[in-house]
Nanobody
Framework: QVQLVESGGGLVQPGGSLRLSCAAS????????MDWYRQAPGKQRELVAT???????RYTDSVKGRFTISRDNAKHTVYLQMNSLKPEDTAAYYCNADGLMYGRRAFSTWGQGTQVTVSS
């Protein structure tokens, strides 16, 4: 089994910064992609950023230039550095990991979510 544990959310003023972490654990053989999603009240879940094991990354347009996704492959951990935060960034942030467990068993696992609130 693979589990994801997220941390780093909180209350921050507009223009501030937060760094989210998501650590994967379990019977992991390899991780292909680790992604960050967010979901605001009354809104659909949105893909924010994605990172592959090869070092590639992509971002939704609304966060480009402000958010940075990074990975520590040895720790099976993905980070989301969020700068210049805006009230519209307020949401529950979730990480997702796709990969293989030992025995070449595919997995796709979600974290529990961490709340980010941007307000003055």
């Amino acid at each position: 089994q693979v589990q994801l544990v997220e941390s780093g959310g909180g209350l921050v003023q507009p223009g501030g910064s937060l760094r989210l972490s998501c650590a994967a654990s379990g019977t992991i053989f390899s991780i292909n992609a680790m992604d960050w999603y967010r979901q605001a009240p009354g809104k659909q879940r949105e893909l924010v950023a994605t990172s592959t094991s090869g070092g590639g990354s992509r971002y939704t347009d609304s966060v480009k230039g402000r958010f940075t996704i990074s990975r520590d492959n040895a720790k099976h951990t993905v980070y989301l550095q969020m700068n210049s935060l805006k009230p519209e960034d307020t949401a529950a942030y979730y990480c997702n990991a796709d990969g293989l467990m030992y025995g070449r068993r595919a997995f796709s696992t979600w974290g529990q979510g961490t709340q980010v609130t941007v307000s003055s």
